[in-house]
């Protein structure tokens, strides 16, 4: 059975996401790169689906966006 289509969803592929493990504690860090969300946890499983499921803040994104072009 096909999965839902998510291809659609706007921002997705725009957002790429870093995973980084911590070797001190054993923890997983994910970071999406354009809106700079975070999530970790102990479970490289738990953070590679948060990662792979996380839907940018349109506003936020839209925000950090705008701070970037005045920066640039
Ligand atoms: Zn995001």
Known sequence: MPK???R???GRSLD???I???LVNGRHLARRVR???TASSD???WVA???D????DAEMVALLALLDRRAA
């Open 4 to 6: 839902p289509a998510r």
């Open 8 to 10: 659609s969803n706007p």
């Open 16 to 18: 790429p996401v870093t």
């Open 20 to 22: 980084t493990t911590d």
């Open 35 to 37: 809106c700079t969300d």
């Open 43 to 45: 479970l490289y499983g």
């Open 49 to 51: 689906t948060w990662a």
């Open 53 to 56: 499921d996380h839907t940018c």
